[in-house]
């Protein structure tokens, strides 16, 4: 079984004992327990049910396992040619990690 759930404008996809690097939140701590009530889909064994856009009464209990996780840096590298342009930046994306608890239906 497995669900698909919204939060802060992104989509994920998440299965009971999951971890999963969500966008990072603000002032939320370690072990504290997070709830999804905008799911979109749930898919169990041959049968699935989809809102529209979300299904009332379904939500997704995480538990944050770090409120602070740094992604792997990623290098912005702009050129234009013959003007003698370039810039190299950095940027390493902040997540949460959370474990998926329990998927109610």
């Given amino acids: 079984m497995y669900?698909?759930?919204k939060t802060d404008g992104k989509s994920y996809k998440a299965s009971e004992g999951?971890?999963?690097?969500i966008d990072y939140r603000k002032n939320i701590s370690e072990k504290e327990l997070l709830e999804f009530s905008d799911v979109q889909a749930i898919v169990k064994e041959g049968e699935s049910s989809f809102?529209?856009?979300?299904l009332e009464n379904a939500r997704v209990v995480a538990q944050v396992v770090k409120p602070l996780v740094k992604g792997?840096?990623?290098i912005v590298y702009k050129k234009k040619r013959r003007k003698g342009y370039q810039k190299?930046?950095?940027h390493r994306q902040r997540y949460t990690l959370v474990k998926i608890d329990k998927i109610e239906a």
Avoid: V
């Fill in 51 to 54: 809102g529209t856009p979300y």
């Fill in 88 to 90: 190299k930046q950095g």
């Fill in 18 to 21: 999951d971890t999963l690097h």
């Fill in 3 to 5: 669900a698909i759930f």
């Fill in 72 to 74: 792997d840096k990623l």
